[in-house]
């Protein structure tokens, strides 16, 4: 059974910082592109990062760029995500993703995800 668990969500001050974990059991870790999504109240669900199997590619949304930062170690099946210089707009319920294509097309499975919110 293909499990994604998130966490290490919170509450933290505009301007902090938190790393977002995402630990995988069941699939070949490796073999997956992984990415992160958020969803905040009353809106749909946005990209946020991805990063290839390798690792050697990510790509992000023009939001978050040059503030989070995506990373994974396979050796552990486990996809990152810190987030810094954080504003109250980042505020959302943040979901891991992995998908089978690269660039990421659609994405097979996900996980139940992680709140995150960023005070004024």
């Known amino acids: 059974q293909v499990q994604l668990v998130e966490s290490g969500g919170g509450l933290v001050p505009a301007g902090g910082s938190l790393r977002l974990s995402c630990l995988a059991s069941?699939?070949?870790?490796?073999?997956?592109?992984m990415g992160w999504f958020r969803q905040a109240p009353g809106k749909e669900r946005e990209f946020v990062a991805s990063i290839k199997w390798s690792g050697r590619s990510t790509y992000y949304a023009d939001s978050v760029k040059d503030r989070f930062t995506i990373s994974r170690d396979n050796a552990k099946n486990t996809v990152y995500l810190q987030m810094d210089s954080l504003k109250p707009a980042d505020t959302a319920v943040y979901y891991c993703?992995?998908?089978?294509?690269?660039?990421?097309?659609?994405?097979?499975?996900w996980g139940q995800g992680t709140q995150v919110t960023v005070s004024s």
């Open positions: 993703a992995a998908s089978n294509f690269w660039p990421p097309q659609s994405y097979k499975y």
């Open positions: 069941g699939v070949t870790f490796s073999s997956y592109a």
